[in-house]
């Protein structure tokens, strides 16, 4: 049974910083490109960042381009979101996800695997 287990969500002050990790189990790995997705109040889940299998690609949403950084460890089956700069717009629930495709991914459809999310609130 595939399981993804966010974490590292939490409160932060506008300009702070947070660390999100994706804990993969039940799949292999390091032959899935990861993406981070999130869902504000009231709005569609959207794309945010995803990296291929072993890291040699990423893609970022234009809202957090410079400001956000995503990165993985395939020894720990754990993907990462660096988060900086935050802005209360960031506000929103964060999922991670797993796509069979090898090379990053932006579009949910692509997708197979998903977690239940970690909130992340950005207060002003």
């Known amino acids: 049974q595939v399981q993804l287990v966010e974490s590292g969500g939490g409160l932060v002050q506008a300009g702070g910083t947070l660390r999100l990790s994706c804990a993969a189990s039940?799949?292999?790995?390091?032959?899935?490109?990861m993406g981070w997705f999130r869902q504000a109040p009231g709005k569609e889940r959207e794309f945010v960042a995803s990296?291929?299998?072993?890291?040699?690609?990423?893609y970022y949403a234009d809202s957090v381009k410079g400001r956000f950084d995503v990165s993985r460890d395939n020894a720990k089956n754990t993907v990462y979101l660096q988060m900086d700069e935050l802005k209360p717009e960031d506000t929103a629930v964060y999922y991670c996800?797993?796509?069979?495709?090898?090379?990053?991914?932006?579009?949910?459809?692509?997708?197979?695997?998903w977690g239940r999310g970690t909130q992340v609130t950005v207060s002003s």
């Open positions: 996800a797993a796509s069979a495709y090898a090379g990053a991914r932006r579009w949910q459809p692509e997708y197979r695997y």
């Open positions: 990296i291929s299998w072993n890291s040699a690609n990423t």
């Open positions: 039940g799949l292999t790995f390091s032959t899935y490109s």
